[in-house]
């Protein structure tokens, strides 16, 4: 009889060692029951980046803040001309090197039109591009980019603190 339970139990140890599985299981592509996120108490930081310059010829002025969002740059932009209309607007555009690209729209003499602006970055500095202009309807676009000038309107760089106040003020 022990022969036999002896047996009995040998064979079962057999049998259950050699069983296979036939589930597959791909640890890969199996997607996790749960993500932890780690709390924190620090602030996200933001990834625009703002800055505003300020330009004086004369008693002309112009004011630019501009939000640098990864290469995007959007903002404001406003020319405060002593004897003459002013204009003020939103900018958007990119930088290619050291050139600014932007696209100015504002409203002036009652009517909203869209001229094009290229900036030369030097440090702290923007220098305003000059050169011939092209009108189509109520778009401004440079007749020929790489023929620009930079020796307009000189601008440099201010605290952004009250900027805002400071660029609608009359």
């Known amino acids: 009889m022990k022969n036999y339970l002896f ?5 079962t140890a057999i049998f259950s060692c050699e069983k296979k599985s036939t589930e597959i299981v791909d640890i890969q592509t199996t997607p996790p029951d749960s993500l932890t ?6 602030p996200i ?16 002025s112009i ?15 406003r020319y405060k001309n002593f004897e003459k209309d002013s204009s003020s607007g939103d900018v958007m555009g990119t930088q290619n090197g050291d050139t600014l690209k932007l696209n100015y729209t504002f409203a002036a003499e ?22 011939e202009q092209n009108t189509e309807g109520n778009a401004s676009v440079y007749a020929n980019s790489s023929k620009l000038k930079y020796e307009g309107s000189a601008l440099k760089q201010v605290d952004c603190t009250d ?8």
């Open 110 to 131: 009652g009517m909203t039109s869209d001229r094009e602006i290229f900036f030369l970055r030097k440090g702290a500095e923007l220098t305003e591009g000059i050169g």
């Open 37 to 42: 996120v780690p709390e924190s108490n620090e």
């Open 163 to 170: 900027f805002e106040k400071k660029m609608t003020a009359k």
């Open 63 to 77: 004011y630019l803040s501009l939000d640098d969002n990864l290469g995007t740059f959007t903002g404001k932009l």
């Open 7 to 11: 047996a009995s139990l040998l064979l």
């Open 45 to 60: 930081e933001s990834s625009t980046l703002q800055t505003c310059y300020v330009g004086n010829m004369g008693k002309d």
